[in-house]
């Protein structure tokens, strides 16, 4: 199982980023797809999840109303659509694959992509 992750870079407070997680048909179909990010000096945070089905989960807290996941079956790729981003949006971003149903904790997850930073700074 390959994951590949793209799209991060450098943004003002406010702006826009889309990252994407690449992968393959047969991943998308038997595995749950969720991102995740870890800032410096803190744990590994949830953001949001895809099921094999395509039905998605909840948001975390932090993000909700401004991230947006999504799926292109044509692409086999995972999308997180960030708007709005704030300087605490700062962090390694990191796709990973696991069990169906998107469960909660990152110890869960078998296969990880390599991740993509993102920095939101003036």
């Known amino acids: 199982v390959q994951l590949q992750a793209s799209g991060g870079g450098l943004v003002q407070p406010g702006g826009s980023l889309k990252l994407s997680c690449a992968t393959s048909?047969?991943?998308?179909?038997?595995?749950?797809i969720k991102w995740f990010r870890q800032a410096p000096g803190k744990e590994r945070e949830g953001v949001s999840c895809i099921r094999s089905t395509g039905s998605l989960t909840d948001y975390a807290d932090s993000v909700k109303g401004r991230f947006t996941l999504s799926r292109s079956n044509m692409k086999n790729t995972v999308y997180l659509q960030m708007n709005n981003l704030k300087p605490e949006d700062t962090a390694v971003y990191y796709c990973?694959?696991?069990?169906?149903?998107?469960?909660?904790?990152?110890?869960?997850?078998?296969?990880w992509g390599q991740g993509t930073q993102v920095t939101v700074s003036s």
């Open positions: 990973a694959a696991g069990p169906s149903y998107c469960p909660e904790g990152a110890e869960t997850y078998y296969y």
């Open positions: 048909r047969a991943t998308l179909n038997r595995f749950a």
